[in-house]
């Protein structure tokens, strides 16, 4: 160990900082301006550059762009600890502040690895003053002194030079032999680990160093014998037992025939602080995406694939790894949806700004809708290099769009048929009613008769009409409530020709009825009722005078079935294509002018749907038509 005084060195060392102090001052402040530094710029060998007093870089010369690989225009605007050391706070040894304060110039000695070499800089700083005798800008003169030794030869205080370096650095220094005993240490050091200097000058490498994080000092040694230099990381044990992350840079050194190591040690408790917080927050966001219901992607330019979440197996039943590295048109998509993806990506690597589009794919026989949004990822020059693609399935929301739609269609129509079907008996009704009122003292009666009887046929249809809305809007208002039980078909059936039998008879239509053996089915009792006079009262309306009607009722399986069978006007193909729907409202007149609505069928429809059922139609014009009702039987 080195057990020197070090008073002597400490004051040679305050004497030649005095001395640059003195000197500087000799520099008139008004020198200390843009054309200065100018002038120094073009002559000087040393890196120059220009800070304000938040540590912005604002001018450089050219010396100091050498090694940044970057342009003067990136570095201005910049903070230079960032630019030059990769620092997130200005440099441990900076007297900025200082020089804030006292408004004169100032120096320091800064050390930092430079491809795995310690790189030493001497800093010269002269403010600039503002009119008003503020500090408004520091020049920054740095100096390569990592050839220390020629330096030190020059001025003839090698060893008090070397223990400024070793002692002034902000990385601890420390030198070993071979077997790991500490020969020379900084200050930084003992702070570092909490010990006394007389403390740790006893202690051995091993004894601070935790073999558990890294290789065993013996292994680590080896390597650095055989390789002359080695950077790395690994954990010191302080006094009271604390692991402190650190980071190394060991170089080999020959000295007086044996080999000593030279160690520079870099607390990094801060920057692994900050690593486990990136790490803890990128896991949270990983969890959030991966668990996120939206389909998640990031593309590249040549739109492959780079990241998936899991969504893509919920959605579309294939797992992410499927897609990294391959674009659409690789997986086998269709070529129209590839083109229209590929075209949306384009436009944003173009734009450099967020752009949404919408798009359908049908899968496994079912087409799904989704809202693509597209996020450019831009790097530090502004470019964009990768696109963040969300897509949503919002299948469920165009369902519920499609079916407001269609409601509003049908809300239409329906007030249409109202305004409609509703006005025409009265313009048959008024003129009638007004003539019978002004003039039925005169009028015989046959004439009389004749009027009260137009009045009561457009009365009744009016009546109809009302019922078959009211009865329609209540099942769509879920007002009918639906209690099936065991009915009797045939019982029904009977009823409602009773209904009908005047309407029957004043046409002379036949009815008859053929039954099997089990005429039960399982319903609601009213709206069967309503099924079966419906259809019923249709196949009269429709059937020619002298006519035909044959009422079924049987069984099939589990299912109960009765059908209404005439042998009238019948309905063409086209006109069956507009049954059992509102939006295509369809109606007639029967054969003996007969009106109607146009809702019974719809009625029919909506009623044996209830009862989880299905009613079809067998019709051809002018060959009459067979409804068909299926129903539980139990």
């Known amino acids: 160990m080195y057990n020197e005084s070090h008073d002597p060195l400490k004051n040679k060392v305050q004497e030649l900082e005095n001395e640059i102090k003195r000197l500087r001052k000799l520099i008139p402040q008004e020198y200390l301006t843009d054309e200065y530094f100018q002038s120094k710029s073009l ?41 030059f050391y990769g620092l997130d706070k200005p440099c441990d040894e900076c007297v900025v502040p200082q020089i804030i304060k006292s408004k004169e110039a100032n120096s320091f000695l800064k050390s930092n690895l430079d491809n795995n070499k310690i790189r030493f800089e001497e800093k010269h700083l002269s403010p600039v003053l503002n009119k008003k005798g503020n500090v408004e800008r520091i020049i920054v003169q740095s100096k390569d002194i990592s050839s220390y030794y020629h330096l030190v030869d020059r001025i003839g205080q090698r060893e008090e030079f070397y223990k400024n370096i070793f002692e002034s650095a902000g990385d601890a220094f420390l030198v070993h032999d071979e077997t790991g005993r500490l020969i020379e240490f900084s200050s930084r050091l003992s702070d570092l680990l ?41 954990s010191l044990i302080s006094k009271s037992g604390e692991r402190i992350p650190v980071e190394v840079s060991a170089n080999l050194i020959s000295f007086s025939n044996t080999n000593i190591s030279f160690v ?43 990241f998936v979440n ?32 590929e075209r949306e990506i384009d436009l944003v690597f173009q734009l450099k700004k967020p752009h949404s589009a919408d798009f359908s794919i049908s899968f496994e026989g079912e087409v799904h809708h989704f809202e693509w949004q597209l996020i450019p990822e831009l790097n530090l020059a502004g470019e964009c290099e990768t696109i963040l693609a969300i897509a949503r399935d919002i299948t469920v929301r165009k369902r519920s769009e499609n079916a407001f739609k269609e409601a509003i269609k049908t809300k239409d129509k329906f007030f249409s048929i109202i305004a409609h079907d509703l006005k025409n008996p009265f313009n048959a009704l008024l003129p009638i009613a007004k003539n019978l009122y002004q003039n039925c003292r005169e009028m015989s009666e046959d004439q009389i008769f ?89 196949a009269i309306k429709f059937t020619n005078p002298g006519g035909n009607i044959q009422i079924r009722i049987g069984r099939s399986g589990s299912k109960s079935i009765i059908s209404v069978e005439d042998d009238g006007l019948g309905i063409s193909e086209a006109n069956q294509k507009r049954l059992f729907r509102l939006d295509t409202n369809y109606t007639r007149v029967g054969t003996c002018e007969e009106s109607g609505t146009g809702l019974g069928l719809l009625l029919c429809y909506e009623f044996v749907i209830q009862n989880n059922g299905t009613i079809s139609l067998e019709s051809s014009s002018g060959k009459g038509s067979i409804f068909t009702v299926e129903l539980p039987s139990n």
């Open 194 to 234: 909490e010990y006394t200097k007389e403390e740790l000058s006893n202690l051995n490498v091993s004894d601070i160093d935790d073999p558990s994080y890294s290789m065993h000092f013996d292994q680590r040694q080896k390597y650095i014998e055989t390789e002359g230099s080695a950077l790395f990381e690994t």
């Open 310 to 341: 899991s969504a893509s197996f919920n959605i579309l039943k294939m797992q992410p790894e499927e897609f990294i590295g391959k674009t659409h048109f690789e997986m086998g998509f269709p070529k129209d949806k590839c083109e229209f993806w």
């Open 43 to 83: 002559n000087s060998k040393d890196s120059l550059s220009v800070i304000d007093t938040n540590f912005t870089l604002i001018d450089v010369n050219a010396k100091r762009l050498i090694g940044t690989g970057l342009k003067r225009s990136e570095l201005i605007g910049e903070k230079c600890h960032k630019i």
């Open 450 to 538: 004749e009027a009260s009887t137009i009045i009561h046929s457009a009365a009744k249809q009016e009546y109809n009409l009302l019922k078959n809305l009211l009865e329609w809007g209540r099942s769509q208002m879920g007002k009918i409530v639906n209690a099936p039980k065991q009915i009797n078909l045939l019982e029904l059936v009977e009823s409602n020709i009773q209904l009908h039998k005047t309407k029957a008879d004043r046409k002379n239509i036949h009815v008859r009825i053929s039954k099997g053996a089990n005429t039960m089915a399982f319903a609601d009792e009213y709206m069967l009722d309503t099924v079966i006079r419906n259809l019923y009262s249709n």
């Open 264 to 306: 520079a040690i870099r607390d990094i408790r801060k920057r692994k602080l900050a690593e486990k917080k990136l790490l803890e927050s990128e896991e949270r966001f990983r969890t959030l995406v991966e668990n996120a219901p939206d389909l998640i992607m990031r593309f590249d330019v040549d739109y492959k694939h780079l």
